[in-house]
């Protein structure tokens, strides 16, 4: 059992390393070392980014499947998401700053890579105009919830990973 | 949220599509409705049409039913029933114009696609289950 005034002081030391770290970090986005932020960990980001891209696309794959019988429908998906640029490191988009109530708010543009396209060359089209396969978007659909699958349990092990080597399991 | 998002659309699907076996369901209860009287129209043929509507606020794209018209392009057919009240001079009645056999087959499109979208509700309910099972 560890003594009540140890564990508060053990977090004060946490919050104040924390804040700290805060203060030092660099504003133009380079390498942050505030150690409580996972999203600062190069593969927590590119799996967060990697979930976020999943769900945006399973969104785009059920427009799809519920426009499967409306005339003229295309259907679309997002380009895939490209590791190389990720490990890069992407900018997150970025909203201008409204410093007068007389600004307009302007818009935000779109997360990377989760804007949707038209297919150029769908497999067929029926005499309406539809162009979607439904065994193709749900193949695609399976696709997207397995790798949602797989990478919210490599989550899960990272995270894991993390505790043990923290000494909490 | 992306997901949420998902069901909902997926869920327009599924009431357009159950708004589709409702317009089957008409025509084919009244595949056998004739003419009322000598001369009169029997029962015509709906034709139910889908549009896709975009959702601003949500920036979604979401299915609606165009509009339920009247099939006047396929010809009415014609039994001969002498004896029946709506028989015109010859003795031939005007029956409706559905075709069972394409009521069937529509059907059966709307269930594949209700199905489908039922589908893809229960993959995006499993995918935010999935982040959900991160707490643990």
Redesign the interface.
Known sequence: MIPPALVRMTIKGALIVTSSARNTADRHGAIAVDPMDLSKLPLFDMMQRK??W???R??V???N???????G?KPRDLKPLDFKNMAKGQIDPVAPTVTNPMHLVGFTPEAPGTKSDKEKHPLETTISGNAVT?EE??MK??R??SD??LT??L??KQ?SMIKEALGHN | ???T???E??A??MY??GQ?VRVIAENMANADSTAQSAGGAPYERKLI????LVDRAQG????AVKSITRDTATPFGKKYEPSSPAADKEGYVQTANVNPLIEMTDMH??Q??YE??L??IT??K??IQ??I??L?
Not at chain 1, 66 to 71: R, S, W
Not at chain 2, 60 to 63: K, L, P
């Open positions: 979930l976020s999943l769900s945006a399973q969104q794959l059920s427009q499947i519920a426009n499967a019988d409306t005339p429908y439904m978007e749900l659909a399976n997207t919830a949602f699958e919210t349990n989550y899960h995270l | 949220m992306d997901l998002k998902a069901m659309i997926s327009s699907g357009a599509q589709r049409t889908f549009k896709s979604i794209e979401t299915v499109e709307a594949r696609s489908a979208n589908n893809l993959m995006s499993t995918m999935h982040a099972d991160l643990r």
